[in-house]
């Protein structure tokens, strides 16, 4: 079974700066995908990025980038010029290629941008 | 990306009770999903549902407390049947992204906050 680690269950960052969360992953399968999502008070699950595991060039997405290291089984999002709307709660997930398409969530990361 | 819309938004049940939640997508897709999230909690996911066949549910969910209902591409239903506090949770649909473009992303709903008393 595949599992997804957020180790940091809150983080804060001041407005304009530049803030990173992790996330790890465990699988012994070669085809997947991993997203992050946003979820803000409103708890509306909002795709930010996604990354495919065959692609070694990170995604990026505006102010959104990711670093991901497929040998450490890491994948990190990087928020450059962080803005009050990002506060919310960002959640990695990973899918398996294949028929089933189930997501896999980890625990989250509370992001809380301070002006 | 699809727009997704669920009803009700929110609401306050008597334990006993049964709720229904309705996931309307605004085009056609293949797979539908719903999430439970619990207060404060990640996303667990109760079952898939495929138009034309019967839910799949993960370990720990079943057909008698969360019956689904897929009648076509659009649409689908959650009823979380003979409540108790502990189902007090936000519930949410998805839909998958991508089918034959190879996307794997999923669409969410806006989220049924449900709580029991």
């Known amino acids: 079974a595949q599992t997804v680690t957020q180790s940091q269950p809150e983080m804060s960052v001041q407005e304009a700066e530049t803030v990173t969360l992790s996330c790890t992953y465990d699988?012994?399968?070669?085809?997947?995908?991993l997203f992050w999502y946003k979820q803000p008070p409103s708890r509306q699950m909002i795709l930010v990025i996604r990354?495919?595991?065959?692609?070694?060039q990170n995604a990026t997405e505006n102010r959104f980038s990711v670093n991901f290291q497929k040998a450490a089984k890491s994948f990190s999002l990087k928020i450059s010029d962080s803005q009050l709307g990002d506060t919310a709660m960002y959640f990695c997930a990973f899918v398996l290629s294949g028929s089933a398409r189930q997501l896999t969530f980890g625990s989250g990361t509370q992001l809380t941008v301070l002006p | 990306s699809a727009v997704i819309s669920q009803k009700p938004s929110r609401d306050i049940c008597q334990r006993g009770t049964s709720l229904t939640i309705q996931c309307q997508v605004d085009?056609?897709?293949?797979?539908m999903f719903w999430y439970r999230q619990q207060p404060g909690q990640s996303l667990t996911l109760i079952a898939t549902a495929n138009q034309g066949s019967e839910a799949t549910y993960e370990s720990g969910f079943v057909i008698d407390k969360f019956p689904i209902s897929r009648p076509n591409l659009t649409f689908s239903t959650l009823t979380v049947s003979n409540m108790s506090p502990e189902d007090s949770s936000i519930y949410l649909c998805?839909?998958?992204?991508?089918?034959?473009?190879?996307?794997?992303?999923?669409?969410f709903g806006p989220g049924t906050r449900l709580t029991v008393t």
């Open positions: 998805s839909v998958d992204g991508g089918g034959g473009r190879g996307s794997y992303e999923q669409y």
């Open positions: 990354q495919e595991a065959y692609k070694q």
């Open positions: 699988t012994s399968e070669n085809n997947y995908y």
């Open positions: 085009s056609q897709v293949t797979m």
